[in-house]
Each structure stands twice: as C-alpha cells, then as structure tokens.
C-alpha cells in the first residue's frame, strides 16, 4: 500500500470550503463541521474554517488569490503544518495552494483515502485503498512535479521531466492493471465463501458512517464487534451467524457511506458491498440525533441506488433516541407534550417508510427487544416466501 504522505497527527489545520450555485452557505458549513471531524479522526486538530463565495471554484487556486492570500497570512501567524480543502483539487491546483502558502494541502477526497489506509486491516481492503490511492494519483500526476512548473518553457525544460511523468504514469497504470488483478482473485475467494453459506436469510447493516451500526451489529448478533466513535470504524464486512426463536440468518455490517466520497473508493469498495447487493433483507440505521440525518439518509438512499440495491426490503431503524431527546427537548417541557411531539414524529416515518421503521437507542437497549422481533418476522417471512415447503426456519 502506498504510505500514508499525509502524517496528520497532531497536525494543526485549517479548512477551507466554496460557496457556488450548487452549495448554499449552510450546506458549506454542514460539510466543513464533517471535515473537521474527518481529521480529527485522522489526528489533526482544526484551527479555522475559512469559506468564499464564487460562482465556481477557481481553476487555478480554487478560491482565488485574494482568500488564498487571507489563508496565508493565518496559517503563517499560527503555524498551521495542514490546509484541507472540503472539495477535490486537480493536481495543478495542488500544486499552485502548496506553493502559495508554503504548507502541506490536501483535499477532502486525499483525507478519507489516508483514513481508509490508516484502517485497512484484511488483503481486501488493502488492495481496495492502494487501487482507489492510485487511481487518484494518476491524473494529479503532473500537478505534483512542482519543479516542471517552476522551469518554465521552452528549449531544454521538456526532456528529462516529461520522460519522468510518463514513467511515473507507465508506473502507476501497471500498478493499477496488478491491482486489479490481485482484487478480481480476492473478489473470487469471497464469491465462493458467499456461495457456501447456503440457503440462510442474508441481513446487511447499512448507513451513514458513525451512526452506531457496529454497536447494534453486536447487540444483535450478541459477539464482539469494534466500535468506536470515529469516521470509518468498520472497514471490513464482518459477518454473524444469528439464531432468534430457532431461526438462524446472517447478519453482516459493512462500511460506512459518507457525503463526497472519492468516486474512485467506491468503484474499488464495490466487491465489500456485494454484501449488501446480495443481502435479502437491509437494516438502515439512521442517527436521528444528527442535524442532518435526512441529508445522510439521502446520500445513503443514492449510494444504494447506484449499488443496485435500494429495490430490497429496508428496514430503517432510527438510534441514538436518547441523544435526540436531549437534543431537542427542554428539561422542564411537559410530558405529555413530549410524548405527542415524539409521537408525531414516529407517526411521519411510519407513513413514508410504509411501517418499516423502528426507533430506538442501542447504548441504553431502548426497544431493542420490538427491533430484535421485527427482525424476526421479516427473516420469518423471506424464509416463507423463498422456501415455500421448508418448515423448519418458520
């Protein structure tokens, strides 16, 4: 796998975001407080968030030299090692911010990309990163031989360093094509492991990264599984075998989806979401105690649909409902106002989900015992429906 060139910890950085026609302010704003989140799982620490309005993102600095200067004259006051911009930079751009500000500059695309790579633990999803790393590097080749851009034109400037860009890219792209290679193999193997487990009812956790799906994936399944309250925990797709009221299924929990991720980590990810492709039956978990848990619920929804997978049975669970309560109710409201302010929102989600939704807090065990029987009753059913004659599962 490529080493990490980013060495975020305990790094100080700034972040920086683009109002246009296509991002209003507050949605800036939203993506921005995720990107600080990102790197503080990555380790850094932010400083500041600047913003510009522009009616589209500048083709050589991205924000224009005027908020670049502004940029600069900070990170040098502060002593800020890192500046990340919330939307994906060319190779030329990088090349122009890293010069103007004299500071390491990342994008928000380069950031996941470390961060998968910092958690990536099995073959597979060793292989997945390094190609998706790879196939981000390739077109930001050139952008990253700064001293190209410094020798200028004419006679003597285009030998040697233009034959050292087409070898890296000759490099690059037969590591791609090795890649590939290596994942379709690996890709195989999981095929036939898929194959074997028979004839039981497949469940997929799916959602928006760091909504609780891996500490519900242990509730449910009652083994151990790695949470934390951090971006991309799960990498892997870990798989349960489950037994409620002797009926047995398979339960598994997969990666977290996420606004603006890198285009290329989902081509490469696409085989660890097979899981989800093949599964009969989805759990979307959704974090009711987020902001904007529509917004994620959304960008879920449309990663599904480009997976081919939102046509399944989904059953979506709202958790966090302790948080949410917090959150959104006053400590002196009165109960019963409470309660058909709750009730009103359930009632809305039952109406658009048609019934199939179920809320609940997986740290307090709220209503985990109706979600565990609403399980059932659904795995009960597919059963029924693909096994017609087999008594046994129902």
Known sequence: MIESKISLQNEKAVLVGLVHKDQGEDQVKEYLTELAFLADTAGAQTQKMFTQKLPHPDSKTFVGKGKLQEIKEYVKAKGINLVIFDDELTGSQIGNITDALETKTIDRSDLILDIFASRAKTAQAKVQVELAQYQY????????????????????????GETEIETDRRIVKDKISLLRKRLAEIDKQAMTQRQERGTYIRVALVGYTNVGKSTLMSLLSKADVFAENKLFATLDTTTRKVVYEQTPFLLSDTVGFIRKLPHHLVESFKSTLDEVREADCLLHVVDISHPAYEDQMAVVNKTLVEIGAFEKPILTIFNKMDIYEEKVFDEWLDAEVKQDLLQQLKDRWEHITEGMCVFISATERTNINVLRQTILDKVKALYQERYPYMTKFY
Do not use: A
Not at 143 to 156: A, C, D, F, S, Y
């Open 137 to 160: 590097i390739l077109p930001r080749l050139k952008g990253m031989w700064k001293h190209l851009e410094r020798q200028g034109g004419g006679i003597g400037s285009r030998g040697p």
